[in-house]
Nanobody, 124 residues
Framework: QVRLVESGGGSVQAGGSLRLSCLAS????????MGWFRQSPGKEREFVAA????????RIGDAARGRFSVSRDTGKNTIFLHMSHLPSAASAIYYC?????????????????WGPGVPVPVSS
């Protein structure tokens, strides 16, 4: 059974950088896209970034474009979210998600497995 395990969250000052990791534990196939979403209190879950099964294709959400990037280590079933120049508005719980298809999607309904989330509080 595949389980998503996020790591790397924690407090960071505005303008700083942080890298989140997500391991797809128990994964034996490598043909699924994965993505990152985030949710702040009182707001809907928001798409951040996604990456295709091979790592060749990516999608970045509007709020993350220019600041964030996504990559994956297919050999280790792990994806990464590289965040830089973090604004305080980026404070949220960040969730890793596993899609049921190979191409990256910005739509949450394309994902059928979610991690528990990691907090990323950004202080101004």
């Amino acid at each position: 059974q595949v389980r998503l395990v996020e790591s790397g969250g924690g407090s960071v000052q505005a303008g700083g950088s942080l890298r989140l990791s997500c391991l797809a534990s128990g994964r034996t196939e490598r043909r699924f896209a994965m993505g990152w979403f985030r949710q702040s209190p009182g707001k809907e879950r928001e798409f951040v970034a996604a990456i295709g099964w091979s790592g060749a294709s990516t999608r970045i959400g509007d709020a993350a474009r220019g600041r964030f990037s996504v990559s994956r280590d297919t050999g280790k079933n792990t994806i990464f979210l590289h965040m830089s120049h973090l604004p305080s508005a980026a404070s949220a719980i960040y969730y890793c998600a596993d899609a049921y298809r190979g191409t990256p999607s910005a739509v949450s309904s394309a994902y059928n497995l979610w991690g528990p989330g990691v907090p990323v509080p950004v202080s101004s």
